[in-house]
Each structure stands twice: as C-alpha cells, then as structure tokens.
C-alpha cells in the first residue's frame, strides 16, 4: 500500500478523537436515554423525509448518467416510503433489549473474589460500505444503542444522500442535548481517507466493511485497525429428492427474485436428478416469466431446451458469480453429495438452503454445510437481522470470529472482567 498523505491522516485522526470523547459520553447514557435519543433520530428522519428523498435522486441521477446498472440502483435509491422503513428501524432498535451491562457469566471463587463478565461498548466502530444510504442510518442507531461512536464512510454514489442523512442525524442529536460527533461522516479524501480509516489503529476499535467482494477483500488485507468480514453472498438453494415441489417453488423463486440486488438472494439453483424432469420445467418457466436470465449446465439445458426457456450455458465462472440481479446458474446434481461438493466448491459462506421432506437429508446438510445460516425449507432471504427479531443489523458476518451472520446489538460489543474483593492479595 502506497504512503498516505498527511492531510488524510490527520483528517482521521481528528474525526477519531472528537468519536472517541462521544463514544465515552455514550457508554454512561441509561437504556432509557439511548431509546429516546433513538426514537428522536427517527422522528427528524421522517420530517425531513422530501430532503432526503431529494438528495438520492441527485445520485441516482449520476448513477444513471454513468451507466450504473439498475440492480444497483435499486441498492441506493430512497423512496419515501424507504426513508420510512428506515425510521422505523431506529424505533425498532429502541424496542431491544440493551446488551451494554449484561453479565455474560460470573461466580464466587472458593477465596470470596466475585468475578464477572459484562458487555461493555467497543468504542468507535468505523464503517466502510458502497451505495447503500440506509447503512447510514442503521449503523449511526445500532452505534448509539450499543453505546458506540460510529465513523461512517459511505460510497460515493451515495455522497449526497449519506451527508443529508448524517446532518439530519446530528442536527437531531445536538438538540436532544447529545454530542454530534457520536455520528461522524468521513466525507471526501478518495482512497486516501479510506486508507488512513484502516490504518487509524488505536483511535478505531473496530471496522466493518460492507459491499462488494472487492471492497472486504481490500479492507481485510489493508487494515491494521481489527477488521469485522462480511463476505459476499454465493447463496445456494437445493431441491432434494424428497422435496415437497409446491414448497420449492415457492422458496426458489422468492429467494432469486423477491429483492434480487441483496446478498442473501439466491444466486444459484441446485436440482436432484431423480426430480428435476418434473420440476425445472415449470421451476425455470416461472424464473424466466419474472426476468431472471438463467445460466444453465448441460442437462439443465436440456430440460429448458424442451420447456422452450430461454438460457446460456453455464460456464465455471457463472456458478461461481455474485449476480446481485434478475440472474441465477442453475445446476443438476446426482445426490446430496454432490450438493454439498458444489456448494464446497463454488459457495461464500453466507446462506445455503435445502428444500426436503427427509430428515436426514436435512440433518445432513446443517451438519455438513459451513455457513454463517443454514435454510431447511426455507428462503435465503430470511438472513437478515430484521427477519431474525434483531432489529437493523450492520452486516452479515461470515467469518468465524467474534461473529457470524446477521450482526446486531452484541457484536457490537465487547466484554470487561470486573473482579471485587475485600483485601485480597495473591498468595
């Protein structure tokens, strides 16, 4: 990595330091005063709902003329009724239970010390993420409720929609008598800002990246600050044999097609051959009737050639895409086995679904598969810290450290041992 500039550093580092005497003044607000300064933020969101509306469209205007494609798109744009849901988020978050204080075990040891383990905030978190602005707001509310300082460094397609909604955010804070910089936007700078976000080691305890394959994969090899991975999303579903067909359908078509531009929607499709003469036919109908391109292997094909389905043939590289759009690979297998290999092979560690009616089957593949969340009879769309009952989620881990799946509240937090004694001196 080429030297940073020392305008850069220094921007970080005075945007660091003012983060870090907020995130002190956080972690001693009560629940109570965290859940009302929540619901203000929600309440200054929905009144400034037009500015912020107006402000997406700026970008999606220099998206448009840069040729961005609509799967991305529809990653960043704000409609009213999105700015809505995302107000709501906040209120949601205030509805959870606190983790800041949570003992997580303690005891009496055999001399009379009290030991115990208790949550405690991670101190300021920086986020970097591409052109989705409710991040903005969703990190910015799980930040305040867990007691954290956030450094929010948005993509620049979303440049003007994340510094309205950070103004609004900390106009919001300033009058209810909370410090602004308990929400800090790192605006400008080019990469060079971005490297000196993850270089910032011992002023950012922590930073989570949330984007592209491109974008971790920079951040996870470039940081010295301790860095949280949210991967990609190869996500798979596989029809079993003993699949009831109607449940498949259903799930497979949902998991492609119900918000294809996310990272848990279904990008590849996996059949056992014993049903898939019965069920690709009115399964790849029904995707292609909803727009998906379908990237088929050599006996899918056959099957699509006979429906009258449009299809290419798939290559290794489709099976092993991230479309993040109205696109699906779509494979037949001889046997669980041979699922379990191709999702070995091509899947990220996300979200892998099977649909079965055996038991076995099922046990096999949540036992067998290495995911951050494993489907039985399910869509992939449900891995989300919303859909879990965890209210707005951060990101998707799907590493194995420290976290794993949709990130809430308790990731983002650390833990303290508190010991108390009465004169007790190590013998």
């Excluded at 498949?248 to 003469?277: F, G």
Aim: proline residues 4%; negative net charge; contains cysteine.
């Amino acid at each position: 990595m080429s030297e940073i500039s020392p305008e850069a550093t220094a921007t970080v580092a005075e945007l660091a330091q003012k983060s870090r005497v907020a995130a002190r003044e956080l972690a001693l607000l009560s629940r109570a005063r965290k859940d009302e300064v929540l619901r203000g933020l929600a309440d200054a969101l929905d009144s400034a709902t037009a500015r912020v509306v107006a402000a997406n469209e700026e970008d999606l205007e220099r998206g448009r003329a840069g040729g961005m494609p609509e799967s991305l798109q529809d990653r960043l744009r704000l409609t009213p009724e999105r700015v809505a849901a995302v107000a709501d988020a906040l209120r949601d978050i205030a509805a959870l239970p606190d983790p800041v204080g949570e003992i997580v075990r303690g005891s009496t040891l055999a001399n009379g010390l009290q030991i115990r383990q208790v949550r405690v905030p991670m101190g300021v978190v920086g986020m970097i993420y591409e052109a989705r602005p409710n991040v903005t707001v969703d990190a910015a509310g799980l930040g305040l409720k867990s007691g954290n300082a956030v450094i929010l460094r948005g993509g620049s397609a979303a440049a003007s929609s994340n510094r309205v909604l950070v103004d609004v955010m900390r106009e919001s804070l300033s009058a209810q008598g909370i410090n602004p910089d308990a929400i800090g936007l790192l605006d400008g700078g080019g990469h060079d800002a971005v490297r000196a976000l993850m270089t910032a080691r011992g002023l950012v305890d922590l930073l989570i990246p949330r984007g592209g394959a491109d974008l971790i994969q920079s951040v996870v090899l470039n940081s010295t600050v301790p860095v949280i991975e949210t991967g990609i999303g190869n996500c798979h579903v596989y029809v079993d044999r003993a699949a009831d067909l109607d449940k498949a359908l259903a799930i497979t078509v949902n998991s492609k097609t119900q918000r294809p531009s996310v990272c848990n929607a279904a990008e590849s499709l996996l059949v056992h051959a014993e049903v898939a003469d019965e069920f690709l036919p009115k399964a790849l109908t029904d995707l292609a009737g909803a727009s998906v391109t379908l990237h088929t292997d050599e006996r899918a094909s056959a099957i699509a050639t006979a429906a009258g389905v449009p299809f290419a043939v798939a290559t290794q590289q489709d099976f092993a895409t991230e479309y993040h759009s109205l696109e699906m690979s779509v494979g037949v297998v001889d046997s669980i086995d041979a699922a379990l290999e191709h999702v070995r092979t091509f899947g990220s560690g996300h979200t892998e679904a099977i649909v079965t009616e055996d038991r076995a089957a099922a046990r096999r593949w949540t036992t067998e598969v290495d995911a951050a969340a494993v489907m039985v009879n399910a869509s992939t769309r449900f891995t989300d810290g919303g859909e879990f009952g965890f209210g707005a989620e951060i990101g998707i881990s799907t590493q194995k450290l420290h976290a794993r799946g949709p990130m809430a509240l308790p990731e983002l937090t650390t833990t303290k041992w508190i010991v108390e004694g009465d004169g007790h001196v190590r013998i």
